[in-house]
Structures are given as structure tokens and as C-alpha cells.
């Protein structure tokens, strides 16, 4: 039990930590500075408001000093990524092996957040974790190959699918579903890709948008996907 606890309290700051990459590279803002603080009255944090989960729950989603209350996305990506962690210790994927698939998992949940923000796919974090995953690919024996002309596939049917669709998927997702092509394979993405927009459709039939042109951040039902479809192909076998 005391495990589980543990990856979720780990699993949270990393989820805290996201969510202020996100939401300051894309601006091309200092990960450091300002150091945290109340966007609404612009106080400074203190240690004891920024604990992860604790201190949302404590101070009931409000800021300590204004009362206003605090955007509520930084308490979800906390609690999802904690969860998450405690997933990765359940299926004990948590191994020199799998560093490919958790470099795609961080990657993906970091281009979720941005998605959300700014609807976009960030590319300052896109790029280098991308050539990450592929340089441990190279370095550590894992079961993760690259599928080089698989890759190159996605590439061309997600191109040439945008240009007879205009707007069906951005130009981030492309690039995005195009990397995982090259890392997964064809059939295994288009698993993910299938239960994405199974996912983006239950959602925008329950959401109740405004309006059909309104855009919904596709990255993170992707992310939901690619997740299911990892701990699906390597979590159920490792023991
Ligand atoms: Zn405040």
C-alpha cells in the first residue's frame, strides 16, 4: 500500500511540475521565475500552498490571500498523473526497458497540457523529447524498434487526410501521431488513433459544445489512447 502512496505523492509533483512547463514555454517564459504565485492578486506561494493535491483540497480551491479560486487544471494533471504513476508501479513498467514507452507517456502527457492551454502542440517540447525517445531506442535494449518507413506512412496518409478534410486534425497532431507511428508501428497506432476518436466523440456528445466549430484538444484523448495501449502490449505480459 505504502508503494502506491508513495507513486501517487511522486506522480503528483511531476503532474504539479507539468503544468507550469506548460504553461509558460509556450509563452517562452523562465520555468524559475517568477517563482510561483496567485495569478489573480499576484502573491507569492508559499511552501505550504504548493503541495501537490493537499493544499487545493485544504484551501478548497481558493487562493489563501484573495479568496479567488484557483484554475482547476493544475489539481487534475496533479491527480491523473499521480494516478497514473500508481498504474506504472501496478503493471511494473517502472524498468530500464521501458524507458522508450515512459519518454512517450511524458511526452504526450506534457503536449496534453499545452493542447488544452493554447491548442497546440508545443514544439519546444515535441522535438527534443521526440529525439529523446528515439536516442534511448537506440541505446537501451528494450522492445521498442523504429518503424522508419511506418513512420514515414503516417506521415503522408495524415498529410494528404488533412488536405482532403481541411481542419479534421491539426498540423501538431500530424507531427505527433507521425512520431508515434515511428515508434509503435501502423497497426498499433492506428489502435490508438481509433480509440481516440471513439473517446473525442463520447466527449463531445456529452459535453454539450456551443457550437460544432468550436476546436477540442485532440492530444489528450490521443494520450488516454496511447497510454491504454502501452500498459495493453507490455504491462499484462511483465511480471
Ligand atoms: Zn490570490
Aim: hydrophobic letters at 50%; one cysteine or more.
Amino acid at each position: 500500500m505504502i508503494v502506491y502512496i508513495l507513486s501517487f505523492c511522486i506522480g503528483s509533483c511531476f503532474g504539479s511540475f507539468f503544468t507550469v512547463v506548460s504553461e509558460r514555454l509556450p509563452l517562452g517564459l523562465s520555468l524559475i521565475r517568477p517563482t510561483s504565485h496567485c495569478t489573480k492578486c499576484q502573491t507569492p506561494l508559499k511552501a505550504c500552498d504548493l503541495v501537490p493535491v493537499a493544499s487545493y483540497l485544504y484551501l478548497k480551491g481558493h487562493c489563501r490571500y484573495c479568496q479567488q479560486p484557483y484554475p482547476k487544471m493544475s489539481f487534475i494533471a496533479e491527480i491523473v498523473t499521480g494516478l497514473l504513476f500508481c498504474l506504472l508501479t501496478a503493471t511494473k513498467l517502472w524498468s530500464l526497458w521501458f524507458i522508450p514507452g515512459l519518454l512517450l507517456i511524458l511526452t504526450a502527457l506534457l503536449l496534453s497540457l499545452t493542447d488544452i492551454l493554447y491548442l497546440l502542440v508545443e514544439p519546444v517540447i515535441f522535438y527534443p523529447l521526440t529525439l529523446c525517445t528515439a536516442l534511448s531506442i537506440f541505446l537501451i535494449d528494450s522492445p521498442f524498434s523504429l518503424h522508419a518507413i511506418e513512420g514515414l506512412i503516417c506521415l503522408l496518409f495524415l498529410a494528404g487526410l488533412t488536405k482532403i478534410i481541411p481542419n479534421s486534425l491539426g498540423h501538431g497532431d500530424v507531427l505527433l501521431l507521425s512520431s508515434w507511428g515511428l515508434f509503435l508501428g501502423l497497426l498499433e497506432l492506428n489502435l490508438v488513433l481509433l480509440q481516440a476518436c471513439l473517446l473525442a466523440l463520447f466527449y463531445g456528445l456529452i459535453s454539450g459544445r456551443k457550437t460544432k466549430a468550436e476546436p477540442i484538444p485532440f492530444v489528450p484523448f490521443l494520450t488516454f489512447a496511447l497510454i491504454s495501449q502501452l500498459i495493453w502490449q507490455f504491462g499484462l505480459i511483465v511480471h
